[in-house]
Structures are given as C-alpha cells and as structure tokens.
Nanobody
Framework: QVQLVESGGGLVQPGGSLRLSCAAS???????MGWYRQAPGKQRELVAT????????NIVDSVKGRFTISRDNAKNTVYLQMNSLKPEDTGVYYC???????????WGQGTQVTVSS
C-alpha cells in the first residue's frame, strides 16, 4: 500500500503559477506517476504522466507548454509545475501512482486549485 498526499493548491489569479507536490508514504520507483484533475460537474481527466525513470512524459494538449511534471524518486515525490494558469484550469487535482500493468493503483485525496480574479 502506498499513500499519496497532495499539497500546494490554492487560489491564484489568471496568469499566475502554482507548484503541486505529491508525497508518497513509500517508494515510487516502480510506479508510473500522474496528475489528474476534476472540474466542477465534469469527469476526472488526465493532465500529465511520467514514467518510472522520468524519461517519458505525457502531457495533455490543453496544458502543454504551461505545465511540467517531474519526479524525485529519492524523495518519493512527484511535482506539477503550473504556469500561465487559466480559469479553466480550476478543479481538484489528484495524484495517481500505478504499476505498468495497472494491477496496483493509488490515488491521493486531491488538492483544490482555483484560478480566479
């Protein structure tokens, strides 16, 4: 079992930045890590994923060029750097860890991000 705890969310004005962190209770070395978000009234959607070694990154088009995902396996932590935030980025951001075959999957409790003037 791995517990994931997100932090770093909050209220920010359009154009601002936030850095989300996801700290795991155990080693994340064997897991693909990702960030998902859920806007009010919408389904949870993928934002970004990063491979176990960090060499392969997938970022959805809606945030490409503005968001960056990274990981520090030594600290069991994954990050999401969010720049040039827009109101449509508002939502609850969830951290996910899963094995390559998805036989193991874990979710954090989420952190709220609100982009508003």
């Amino acid at each position: 079992q791995v517990q994931l705890v997100e932090s770093g969310g909050g209220l920010v004005q359009p154009g601002g930045s936030l850095r989300l962190s996801c700290a795991a209770s155990g080693s994340i070395f064997s897991f693909v890590m990702g960030w998902y978000r859920q806007a009010p009234g919408k389904q949870r959607e993928l934002v970004a994923t990063i491979s176990r070694g960090g060499s392969s990154i997938n970022i959805v088009d809606s945030v490409k060029g503005r968001f960056t995902i990274s990981r520090d396996n030594a600290k069991n932590t994954v990050y999401l750097q969010m720049n040039s935030l827009k109101p449509e980025d508002t939502g609850v951001y969830y951290c996910n860890a899963h094995s390559v075959d998805w036989s193991e999957r874990y979710w954090g409790q989420g952190t709220q991000v609100t982009v508003s003037s």
